[in-house]
Nanobody, 123 residues
Framework: VHLVESGGGLVQAGGSLTLSCLAS????????MGWLRQAPGKERVFVAA????????TYADSVKGRFTISRTNAENTVNLQMNSLKPEDTAVYYC?????????????????WGQGTQVTVSS
């Protein structure tokens, strides 16, 4: 699978951004998808995940209530709506596909990754 993220950029604290991920292939709906992020000098961490059908979502505590993950299987896309952004949200954000039949809880549960998109939140 090939994953391509878009939508990153520079935003002021309190602002919003929507990240999008376009996936190749015909089996998009068979896999849970997720977003992870990596800040400078830190490990890559889980942000959010969504089931193949879109009916189940999960979020890291740090983004719960501010970020929303969604998907459109007919278009092979998964989005991350980010509201009330904080400077600590600054990171490279990665779209990823979960390993088949696995509900993702961390980076090791994902088998395919995009190239990442930079999100910078200024104070």
């Amino acid at each position: 699978v090939h994953l391509v993220e878009s939508g990153g950029g520079l935003v002021q604290a309190g602002g919003s951004l929507t990240l999008s991920c376009l996936a190749s292939g015909r089996t998009f709906g068979n896999y849970a998808m997720g977003w992870l992020r990596q800040a400078p000098g830190k490990e890559r961490v889980f942000v959010a995940a969504i089931s193949g059908s879109g009916g189940v979502t999960t979020y890291a505590d740090s983004v719960k209530g501010r970020f929303t993950i969604s998907r459109t299987n007919a278009e092979n896309t998964v989005n991350l709506q980010m509201n009330s952004l904080k400077p600590e949200d600054t990171a490279v954000y990665y779209c990823a596909r979960a390993i088949e039949s696995r509900w993702p809880r961390g980076p090791s549960d994902f088998g395919s990754w995009g190239q990442g998109t930079q999100v910078t939140v200024s104070s």
